[in-house]
């Protein structure tokens, strides 16, 4: 009988230990770990968000600067020349017709 004691008091005693390793872990050990995890991560996720918003930034402005290099400035000032000179012409022929007393080729009724 004594060896079923002793057998018992061993698991009880195991079981005790469990328990109070158990009870120690959760209220003690694992908010302390949660808030150390929880700060890191929060001073990661900065750092992370300071170094991708540079990197967005340096995208952003070397897209803008790509956009407006490429555009064909030469092309563009051609096209602006051009229509400015055909409007210029077309105002200069109007008014030359008015002076002289040609109908409006253009078929509008200028009044």
């Known amino acids: 009988m004594s060896g079923w004691m002793v057998a018992?008091?061993?698991v009880l005693s195991a079981v005790l230990?469990?328990?109070a390793l158990a009870t120690w872990t959760?209220?003690?050990?694992?908010?302390?770990?949660?808030r150390q995890l929880d700060e890191e991560f929060r001073?990661?996720?900065?750092?992370?968000s300071d170094v991708l918003a540079e990197r967005v930034e340096?995208?952003?402005?070397r897209g803008v600067?790509?956009?407006?290099t490429r555009i064909g400035t030469r092309e563009v000032i051609e096209g602006a020349?051009?229509?400015?000179?055909?409007?210029?012409?077309?105002l200069v022929e109007d008014s030359l017709g008015?002076?002289?007393?040609?109908?409006?080729?253009r078929g509008t009724d200028p009044d």
């Open 65 to 68: 600067i790509d956009g407006v």
């Open 81 to 90: 020349t051009r229509n400015i000179a055909r409007t210029g012409a077309g």
């Open 8 to 10: 018992a008091a061993a």
């Open 17 to 19: 230990t469990c328990v």
């Open 43 to 48: 001073v990661r996720l900065a750092e992370a």
């Open 26 to 34: 959760q209220y003690w050990l694992r908010p302390r770990l949660m």
């Open 98 to 105: 008015r002076i002289l007393g040609r109908p409006n080729r």
């Open 58 to 61: 340096e995208a952003v402005r």
